[in-house]
């Protein structure tokens, strides 16, 4: 997943992550390249009309639709040629926050959220005493010029606010409690 750039003492991730039907690929864009796992991808895509796509791979045409979209998962399902396809996308701060174990599919138990990065709380979803479940948007934090969704990692109850819209916040900082 994460790899050294020979030219320097940085690691980086790749741009995206697609788990297309439970299998993964890694996409990185080079210029006005694309890479899949490495390997340069080329292809031709045209609209159609809303939601249909002829797409030119290989010499071979297939005609694509898009079925179903879900922006709060990151999950498309495509009808490519009449088969389907569920693509989950991850985006580098995806990445980040899996490798930081703040991702939705963490296991522990967590009693508090904290921030992965130094940003602005930009907006609140909740409240105190609010019940949540796995995957419910409880913040909005803005750093890199990115708007990031932090969602709760399991059920829970929120016991105490630790911030308010407006504040600039520390990595590591505690946000909420439950």
């Not at 750039?5 to 299998?23: D, E, L, Q």
């Not at 006005?32 to 796509?53: A, C, E, M, R």
């Not at 989950?88 to 939705?104: A, R, V």
């Amino acid at each position: 997943m994460e790899r050294r750039n020979p030219s320097s003492n940085f690691y980086f991730y790749p741009m995206y992550k697609a788990i297309v039907n439970h299998k993964t690929f890694e996409i990185d864009q080079l210029d006005q390249s694309i890479t899949v796992n490495g390997t340069p991808f080329q292809w031709d895509i045209h609209k159609v009309s809303d939601g249909y796509f002829h797409i030119l791979y290989q010499n071979k045409g297939y005609r694509a639709e898009i079925v179903t979209t879900d922006i709060a998962t990151k999950t498309i399902t495509f009808k490519i040629n009449g088969r389907h396809y569920s693509v989950e996308l991850k985006d580098k701060f995806d990445l980040l926050l899996e490798k930081m174990g703040m991702n939705q599919n963490a296991v522990h138990k967590v009693n508090s959220i904290k921030a992965p990065m130094p940003g602005l709380i930009i907006d609140l979803k909740i409240k105190a005493g609010d019940t949540v479940k796995q995957g419910d948007p409880l913040l909005i934090l803005e750093a890199m010029k990115m708007e990031n969704i932090l969602k709760s990692p399991g059920e829970g109850v929120i016991k105490n606010l630790k911030v308010k819209k407006g504040d600039h916040v520390e990595k590591g900082q505690v946000l909420i409690e439950f």
